[in-house]
């Protein structure tokens, strides 16, 4: 079955550093997703990605974060200069089949990539 | 804003009882409800789903009913294992932009 893969699975940083969260979502889906989840909190929405461009984005999201389709099967997400405060868990997810029918809304979703700040 | 709502947690169950996880969301439409599971250690993962109102999903043994009227989705499982204990995230969306969660539940099984 087909899944989404997210690399690497844990990431430490020192504060100031850039960190770029790698994601491959399913191959045929059309819409991609970062979420990221603080230890032991919600699940929070940071974008949403569709056709090359963002489709939606949280008030999280500000001008430290960036992301990417650099070619046709990575989707990326940037973080300039980390803070304390980044430290959670990011996933990526994806969703919406070609061929198939858009109003499916169920996001597949990866391991998640743990990022530590120090 | 729209939004899920869902019980607090701890939830301490024994091996085979009954679990009842609530959901309920404010939408100013109809969205699509999910439950998703989410394992130690591991990401999300659907567990069910509906897309319309008096929808049932069900899988693994767990159901749940898009009820409109209340605006429920409420989770169950006639019988828990302790392989179920797990957070458990009641979702909604309206469209492929973004999914709204709810806080998550934690529930423990013990044998």
């Known amino acids: 079955e087909p899944e989404v893969t997210q690399t690497p699975s844990h990431q430490v940083t020192q504060m100031g550093q850039e960190v770029i969260l790698r994601c491959v979502p399913i191959?045929?889906?059309?819409?991609f997703y970062w979420y990221r989840q603080i230890l032991g909190q919600k699940v929070e929405f940071l974008v949403s990605f569709y056709n090359n461009e963002i489709s939606e984005k949280s008030e999280i999201f500000d001008d430290q974060f960036s992301v990417e389709r650099p070619d046709g099967s990575n989707f990326t997400l940037k973080i300039r200069s980390t803070k304390l405060e980044d430290s959670a868990m990011y996933f990526c997810?994806?969703?919406?089949?070609?061929?198939?029918?858009?109003?499916?809304?169920?996001?597949?979703f990866g391991p998640g990539t743990r990022l530590t700040v120090t | 804003g729209d939004s899920v709502t869902q019980m607090e947690g701890p939830v301490t169950l024994s091996e085979e009882a009954f679990l009842t996880i609530n959901c309920t969301y404010t939408a100013t439409g109809y969205p699509s409800l999910f439950w998703y599971v989410q394992y130690p250690g591991e990401g999300l993962q659907l567990l069910l789903k509906a897309t319309k109102a008096d929808d049932k999903g069900s899988n693994k043994g767990f159901e749940a009913t898009y009820r409109k009227e209340t605006t429920s989705f409420h989770l169950e499982k006639g019988s828990v294992q302790v392989s179920d204990s797990a957070v458990y995230f009641c979702a909604h969306a309206y469209n492929n932009n973004d999914m709204r969660f709810g806080a998550g539940t934690r529930l423990t099984v013990k044998p």
């Open positions: 997810a994806s969703s919406g089949s070609l061929g198939g029918s858009v109003l499916v809304y169920e996001q597949y």
């Open positions: 191959s045929n889906h059309l819409y």
